[in-house]
Structure formats: structure tokens, C-alpha cells
């Protein structure tokens, strides 16, 4: 048995009792019945997944993971591969968005070169480089199967660093330019749908740009076709290097019981590979937001998730995940300091 067929085993099922206790004690609060809404179901989720009924949503940490992408030589990004390191070094420095958000939520944010095409030094970069920057998925694989689980198992290995370190709460984000091309494709592989109803124009694609995007990841899946019974295959074919590993932080989180706030398109698609790999992953994501990329929403109605926020965001790095942090620490907030009926001497509902 592989190192990933065995982690995928490992994930628990959900807490069910959990489950039921924390729904008893939202219904025993001062509130009409499910008048906080989406933030009550969420409250059981998390109680489901982690087998407490009011767990720490604190320390939450941001794991950003960045890759190139061969796959640019098709003019599918209206940025050059350059902005990558640019903008790593710019989280690392602390200046970019998911810095600032993730400030506001507390959180921490780990860096981590999953395959950039150059090599930075800093003391605050994790370095698990698999290669330097996948192949042109128009021409050659994106990588080896080999080195897709190399990248799986990076990011099991991550999210066990995490937890022990003592996150309750992981984040996905990324960075990479032309991203958006394998995360369609890596959509369109599973889904079957059409790349038309798939592809947006991620960081500024004009019309023309849009028609290279679509052609690339056309003639890319007619030269691979590859298996959406194969999920590994998949993401050698078509995928990319920072997908991979964040596939391995889902596999790893959730089979150590940590609930996994996905972001956007990217992530989704690591996302849809990890559920692929072992479908009770699933049960340890929750959707932080809807992103303005069409593909996200298919994602979300195939994975039967249902976003906290709609803000039309689409500019990845974990940005929608970090926005959503606040709701978590709201809901826990709820969940232990609320008092209940009997506690503060307020009559409850009516019996019929």
C-alpha cells in the first residue's frame, strides 16, 4: 500500500454523536430555532469533523503553496511566469492581500515552493520543490506520475507540520501564473463538461486571451485523455505542482480530523482531486466563498458544498479562505459564550 492509499484509510468518518450534541445545544440557546442560519450548520459540521462540540477554530494558519506552469508558452496568462517569485517574495515580506487578510483573522501564513521555476532564498520560504515548473501540458505531461505523488505526499507532510504545531484550522491558497489553465482542465477532466462552460479569465484575459486559454486546455486533454477514474493521472497529465501538494494537505488534514477551508478555483481543484483520491475527504472542507470564476461554482455543486460569502472575489492566494475566518471565530463564539434558555432565565418556545 502506497503512502497515499494509506492516508486516504485513515480518514475518520464523522462524529455523528458530536453532531447531535452540538445541535442540541445551538437549539438550547437564546434564539428562535435556526435563526442563525448557514452559521448553525456550520457549527455541527465542525463538531462532526472534529468530534467536539465547540472546537477551537484558533491557531488557523493560511498554507500558501506556489508552482510554475509550462503551460504560459500558450499565452494563457495576461501576466509573465516572473510574477510568481515577484509575489512570493511580496507574502513573504508580509505586503500582499492574503497578508493583510489574514492579519484581520489572525492567522498565520507558511509560504511553501512546491515548484517555482527559480529557486528563492529566505528564511521564511518552505522549500518542497518537486521540479522547476511543470511541462506544457499542450505537449508533454504536466509532470510524472512520480513526482505527482512526490508533490501528494509533500503536502500530507505539511498538514501533519501544522497540526502539530497546533492549527485547528488549515487554509488553501496558491500562487501561480497560468494557474487557472490546469485548474479547467483539471475540471474539465473530471466533470466532462465543456471548457466553455469552465474557463474565466483569471487575472485579465481579454477576448482573444479566453480563445488561447480554451484551445490550450483542448488540445492538452486531447493529446493526454486522461482517466477521471485516476485521479493521480489526472494531475500528472494536466495539473500542477502547488495542486498537488494543497491535494496532500486536504488528505492530511482531514485524517487528522482538521476542518480545511478551501478557497477558489486552484484550491477547488485540489479539492476535487483529494475527494477523488478518498471520497471522505470531503466531509473536512468547507467552502469559504463563491469565486467569479465559472468553474468554481461547478466545483461546488459537484463536491455538494455551500459557500459562506459571494463577494465576487477571484484573486486566489487564500484570500476568500482568510475572509472566512472571522465567521469560524464567530461561530465558536457563539457555540460558548451564548447563554442558554435556562441559564438566563428566558422562557422558551411555545409548545404546539
Do not use: W
Request: with cysteine; charged share 20%; aromatic share 2%.
Amino acid at each position: 500500500m502506497s503512502r497515499i492509499e494509506a492516508v486516504a484509510r485513515a480518514i475518520p468518518p464523522l462524529d455523528a454523536a458530536a453532531a447531535e450534541r452540538a445541535q442540541q445545544h445551538l437549539n438550547s440557546l437564546t434564539k428562535p430555532l435556526g435563526s442563525l442560519g448557514q452559521l448553525e450548520e456550520v457549527a455541527v459540521q465542525l463538531a462532526a469533523m472534529t468530534g467536539e462540540v465547540a472546537p477551537p477554530v484558533s491557531p488557523a494558519t493560511v498554507i500558501v503553496v506556489a508552482g510554475d506552469h509550462g503551460v504560459t508558452a500558450e499565452g494563457v496568462s495576461a501576466y509573465p511566469s516572473e510574477v510568481t517569485p515577484q509575489m512570493v517574495l511580496n507574502f513573504l515580506h508580509g505586503g500582499a492581500a492574503i497578508n493583510a487578510l489574514s492579519r484581520c483573522a489572525g492567522a498565520g501564513v507558511r509560504v511553501v515552493d512546491a515548484g517555482m521555476a527559480v529557486d528563492l532564498e529566505h528564511p521564511d520560504l518552505t522549500v518542497r520543490k518537486v521540479r522547476r515548473g511543470t511541462g506544457n501540458m499542450c505537449r508533454e505531461l504536466a509532470m510524472t506520475r512520480e513526482e505527482a505523488e512526490q508533490a501528494i505526499c509533500h503536502g500530507i507532510d505539511l498538514a501533519n507540520e501544522e497540526v502539530d504545531r497546533g492549527a485547528r484550522v488549515i487554509a488553501l491558497g496558491e500562487m501561480g501564473i497560468g494557474n487557472t489553465t490546469p485548474s479547467a482542465a483539471i475540471l474539465a477532466a473530471f466533470s466532462g463538461r465543456t471548457v466553455e462552460q469552465l474557463i474565466g479569465r483569471g487575472t485579465g484575459l481579454d477576448d482573444q486571451g479566453l480563445r488561447r486559454k480554451a484551445d490550450a486546455i483542448r488540445r492538452a486533454l486531447e493529446l493526454h485523455h486522461p482517466d477521471p477514474e485516476d485521479p493521480i493521472g489526472v494531475l500528472s497529465a494536466v495539473g500542477g505542482l502547488e495542486i498537488a501538494v494543497m491535494a496532500g494537505i486536504v488528505l492530511g488534514a482531514a485524517a487528522r480530523r482538521i476542518p480545511v477551508l478551501m478557497d477558489g478555483l486552484i484550491t477547488g481543484a485540489a479539492v476535487l482531486t483529494a475527494v477523488r483520491i478518498a471520497p471522505a475527504a470531503r466531509n473536512y472542507i468547507i467552502a469559504s466563498h463563491r469565486s467569479a470564476e465559472p468553474g468554481h461554482a461547478v466545483m461546488l455543486e459537484m463536491l455538494g458544498l455551500k459557500p459562506l460569502l459571494q463577494l465576487g472575489l477571484r484573486l486566489g492566494e487564500g484570500t476568500g479562505a482568510a475572509l472566512a475566518m472571522p465567521l469560524l471565530q464567530a461561530i465558536h463564539r457563539v457555540m460558548t459564550e451564548m447563554a442558554t434558555f435556562g441559564s438566563a432565565g428566558v422562557s422558551g418556545p411555545v409548545e404546539a
